[in-house]
């Protein structure tokens, strides 16, 4: 489908040009054909939509999450990390069947394309489940799966080796390069230095990047320095986890010599703030970071400690904690968190093509209602993506030149459908 967008406000994900005023933006299949004043002669859209009084901006990246947790968000609030995880999401997480994965994660990827989002990163179980939900909503992903999670470790190394690599096989690049896959090694207090130092080899022998909970807590890393002497970054450098492109989740209670080591081994750091402040686990050195040049991108983490998968509200909060704590207004500006939850994050996520409003690149795009209350005036379109917009803003979402929401309907889920049968997987966990 060839789609042109009309007198649209274009935020385009570059934080050094981050808003180039009202333009057309011309789709020609799956890639942004054209952006500018006219409308060239040559191209006949199948579709036209007026974005008058719209925002176009890249769509959102979720770049560390767990989809199928949607079902268990309220269930366990106001408690340590370690308590929310070891006494009520893994017990719960007994009850998972591949039904309940396939409902979660479906209500959770209408979630978050209701709220502006394109494409994300995901880390659970039963991702074969995942991969086909993902295939039929028409989002693009990429999905973790390691020797743990995919719970064959105990019928032997190479065994659990052979069943992720199946998975990998199947799935890496598939629906035209829509879907990637990762090695999940959920995090070094779960994954001991053999398992850590096996799914260091799987990506090796895979060409595959890792994703991986690291620094979340000061317990986390006190703990780990007790237990090996080595802080968990340290050991990922030990047991040649960095030898390959790593996704860290959190990454909050990093020292300078740690962050050093995110920086010469080019780790992307993927900060979660609503689940960082919620769990108490802290706030990340992000503007530090920033000024590293590290790749700093933004996620939602799971919704059992969020409670929801809208990126706008990490957005905001995501600028608006740094300028709090450091006492700086100017950290982690407006541009520069659009950069971190578009850009940054398909770069992260293996998506060279993407995360930009620019000629040649993927046609992932949203469109962000101005008319509503809290956006009016609009005087500054980034300002008003970052600090008053809300994910219910979002008025049309596409994806690789598809439209998967239109006016807030969703085209390619049957959204009454999903809530019925979330509701009675949850009752399930």
């Known amino acids: 489908m060839n789609i042109l967008i009309k007198n649209v406000h274009v935020i385009t994900g570059d934080a050094n040009n981050i808003y180039i005023g009202i333009n057309n933006i011309a789709i020609k299949d799956d890639l942004i054909y054209y952006i500018g004043k006219k409308i060239p002669e040559n191209f006949i859209p199948n579709k036209v939509i007026e974005g008058k009084e719209s925002i176009a901006m890249p769509g959102l990246v979720n770049a560390h999450t ?20 070891h006494k009520n999401i893994l017990p719960k997480e007994k009850n998972i069947t591949r039904d309940i994965v396939k409902s979660g994660t479906m209500l959770g990827i209408a979630e978050m394309i209701k709220s502006g989002t394109t494409c994300f990163l995901d880390m659970y179980y039963e991702m074969d489940v995942v991969a086909k939900a993902v295939l039929d909503s028409g989002m693009r992903a990429n999905l973790s799966y390691g020797l743990m999670t995919c719970n064959q470790w105990q019928k032997g190394h190479e065994y659990a080796k052979a069943f992720c690599k199946d998975f990998h096989n199947e799935y890496n690049l598939a629906n035209d390069g829509k879907l990637k896959t990762s090695v999940e090694a959920h995090s070094v207090y779960l994954c001991d230095e053999t398992m850590l130092r096996a799914n260091a080899t799987l990506a090796r022998e895979l060409n595959s990047s890792i994703h991986i909970h690291l620094h979340e807590t000061k317990f986390e890393v006190e703990e780990s320095i007790i237990k090996t002497g080595l802080t968990p970054i340290k050991q990922c450098l030990k047991t040649g986890v960095f030898d390959v492109p790593v996704i860290a989740a959190h990454t909050i209670w990093v020292d300078d010599d740690d962050m050093m080591i995110l920086k010469e081994k080019n780790v992307t750091s993927v900060h979660n703030p609503s689940s960082n402040l919620k769990l108490a686990s802290g706030i990340a050195r992000v503007p530090d970071m920033l000024d590293l040049d590290i790749n700093v991108a933004i996620g939602t983490d799971g919704a059992a400690s969020n409670n929801m998968v809208d990126m706008f509200n990490e957005m905001r909060l995501a600028s608006l904690i740094h300028k709090g704590s450091t006492l700086d207004p100017t950290v982690v500006n407006a541009a520069t968190t659009i950069q ?47 600090y008053s917009s809300q994910g219910s803003n979002v008025d049309t979402v596409i994806c690789n030149g598809d439209i998967l929401m239109e006016h807030r309907e969703l085209l390619t889920i049957d959204e009454e459908k999903t809530i019925y049968e979330a509701r009675n997987a949850a009752k399930k966990l």
Do not use: Q
């Open 340 to 386: 971190m939850a578009t850009y940054n994050g398909a770069k992260a996520l293996g998506f060279e093509n993407l995360g930009l409003l620019k000629e040649g690149m993927k046609a992932d795009l949203i469109l962000v209602d101005t008319s509503c209350l809290n956006n009016i005036p609009l005087n500054n379109p980034a300002s008003a993506i970052v």
């Open 66 to 85: 767990h989809t199928m947790m949607v079902l268990m968000r309220n269930s366990a609030d106001d408690l340590t990390l370690e308590n929310w995880l």
